[in-house]
């Protein structure tokens, strides 16, 4: 199992560009989350799936969108970037809601 | 929302020495997780814990589920280099999870 992929790896976008954050998993989980990490803080829960066709927001909803068509893909979308969306994204899947695996993490820079 | 409070923020040790680090909650959570993040990746669960009092080892990790349920503590015994790293205490609640902001831990060769 390659369990949680992320691409890209690292991303600039310039303010009010667009981008898709891919997540990907082959574990069969029912859950799937999208968190950033912002530098010397733990991690913010912007949205988060409990299943294919299902999505709610987390923390930090505002200036993302999230959809899951299948339950191998959870991709993250930014419309306008901004530069407080500066950070590093995690995506992480879980079988039944509680231990979470994570993907290797997507550093994203918006100027 | 609920907050997760783990202290110390860093700690700087010698390798051999042990380690404790904790997180407390002003709520309730049934289950308390811990992970380790290396620079540059993604965190990787070391132990979780689902019952009040529960005490687990993972090695040379030991943690612990606080009887009131609103904390918990993790043990590194015997400290190496590749123990660096920042270690995050996290609880689910319903479908969303909270983390605390982490111990930075570095060690002393």
């Known amino acids: 199992n390659a369990g949680v992929t992320q691409t890209p790896k690292f991303r600039i976008l310039k303010i009010g560009q667009s981008m898709t954050l891919q997540c990907t998993q082959d574990m069969n989980h029912n859950y799937m989350y999208w968190y950033r990490q912002d530098p010397g803080m733990g991690l913010k829960l912007i949205y988060y799936s409990v299943g294919a066709g299902i999505t709610d927001k987390g923390e930090v909803p505002n200036g993302y969108n999230v959809s899951r068509s299948t339950t191998e893909d959870f991709p993250l979308r930014l419309e306008l970037a901004a530069p407080s969306q500066t950070s590093v994204y995690f995506c992480?899947?879980?079988?039944?809601?509680?231990?979470?695996?994570f993907g290797p993490g997507t550093r994203l820079t918006v100027l | 929302g609920q907050q997760l409070n783990q202290s110390p923020q860093s700690m700087f040790i010698q390798e051999g020495e042990d380690v404790s680090m904790n997180c407390t909650s002003s709520s309730i959570f049934n289950t308390w997780l811990w992970y380790k993040q290396d620079p540059g990746e993604g965190p990787v669960l070391l132990i979780a814990?689902?019952?009040?009092?529960e005490l687990t080892s993972n090695g040379r990790l030991t943690a612990q589920f606080g009887i009131t349920r609103k904390d918990s503590f993790l043990n590194i015994s015997a400290s190496i280099p590749s123990d660096v790293g920042i270690y995050f205490c996290a609880g689910p609640n319903n479908n969303d999870m909270r983390f605390g902001a982490g111990t930075r831990l570095t060690v002393k060769p």
């Open positions: 814990l689902y019952k009040a009092g």
């Open positions: 992480a899947s879980s079988y039944m809601g509680d231990t979470q695996y």
